[in-house]
């Protein structure tokens, strides 16, 4: 190393050296916590505020006369029988409410439960399609269709297979006939199983899918478990998001990103989105995750969703962040847990019986 000038005061010479010594490029760096990612405070039908699996859509005015909708599902403690979708309107960034009208939950299942909501707006309708998965003893993705914030049609059956066979479904609409929809395919292991891949289906109406084709999307020894995925015009790119399992477990450490021209073929980002401990909310699980950008000022908004192990149960939350693109991706280039978390917990794993 050479030092363009010297260090007259032996003091501020060692104090170099142990600056040095302890930045060494062994070490990860860690990166700040995140400043402006807020727990939403969200007035569930069952009471406690609770809920997973987030996923947000921008609509017309002439469809709602608040232009972002948000579902959840809620899920007390892990209590499955109220982990059903339920809707939410944003009237600013951090504030959500039930739209005028609104009985949540939207869908109620006749056994079993409904998880992992993904909607879509079709301007060819002017309807919110709100695709999510019937549990039981096997997996069925249902399809709902909104006229409005209140008026929802029967469930139509648009794809099934064996139970963790169609895990997380991510519907995206890219033009007129040009429909995709993704989804994890876990085997009939769930969370006990070895490892996952990501499937894609096409379609020309949203309604009748193609048989699936697996995409490349994969890492080594990280599985990606529940994935949202949306369109990305003036990219020309799909942008996904995905929190991802190890082998025998759904207690899923780290949300990550991936970029594709064709959703079949993905390039992975360097580092993480989002590690569990970024804030006290998230101590030990980050889950499903959903985001949208915006052309017009550059940014990315995103939700998240995840849990604390506390007095023997889990608690799980939703929180929301906004930033420019450009800070998205330096956080992803950059080594080190996004929210200064360590990434360890002491919780019990979840498992089928218990993961939402």
């Not at 289906?201 to 193609?210: K, L």
């Not at 993905?266 to 401990?277: D, F, H, I, T």
Request: with cysteine.
């Amino acid at each position: 190393m050479i030092f363009t000038r010297s260090i007259a005061d032996p003091r501020l010479l060692v104090a170099l050296l142990v600056s040095l010594a302890c930045s060494d490029a062994s070490s990860p760096r860690k990166v700040p916590p995140p400043t402006d990612l807020h727990v939403l405070a969200l007035e569930t039908f069952d009471g406690s505020g609770q809920a997973v699996h987030p996923d947000a859509a921008i609509t017309p005015l002439t469809w709602a006369p608040d232009q972002t909708q948000l579902f959840v599902t809620p899920y007390p403690n892990g209590d499955a029988t109220k982990e059903n979708p339920s809707l939410f309107t944003g009237r600013t960034f951090v504030d959500w409410l039930i739209p005028p009208g609104v009985m949540n939950p939207i869908a109620r299942p006749a056994t079993g439960y409904l998880s992992d909501p993904d909607e879509v707006f079709n301007p060819e309708t002017n309807e919110l399609w709100l695709y999510y998965r019937a549990v039981t003893s096997e997996n069925e993705i249902l399809l709902i269709r909104g006229s409005g914030p209140s008026t929802w049609s029967p469930p139509t059956l648009v794809a099934s297979g064996t139970n963790h066979t169609i895990v997380s479904p991510t519907v995206v609409r890219r033009g007129a006939g040009d429909w995709l929809m993704w989804s994890v395919n876990s085997g009939t292991g769930g969370c006990a199983g070895n490892s996952t891949t990501v499937e894609m289906r096409r379609s020309s109406d949203g309604i009748n899918w193609s048989d699936p084709a697996t995409t490349d999307l994969s890492e080594v020894n990280a599985f990606a478990w529940h994935i949202d995925v949306e369109w990305i015009p003036s990219k020309q790119e799909f942008w996904a998001i995905y929190n991802v399992k190890i082998p025998g477990s759904c207690t899923t450490s780290e949300l990550h990103f991936a970029r594709s021209t064709d959703g079949l073929h993905w390039v992975l980002a360097g580092g993480p989105v989002l590690v569990r401990g970024a804030i006290p909310a998230f101590a030990d699980i980050v889950y499903r995750a959903s985001l949208l950008y915006d052309e017009a000022t550059d940014s990315i908004t995103l939700w998240y969703s995840g849990a604390r192990f506390q007095d023997g149960r889990y608690d799980w939350r939703i929180a929301t962040e906004r930033l420019t693109a450009s800070a998205f991706f330096e956080r992803l280039a950059a080594s080190g847990l996004p929210g200064g978390g360590s990434g360890v917990t002491t919780a019990p794993p979840l498992t089928d019986a218990d993961a939402p």
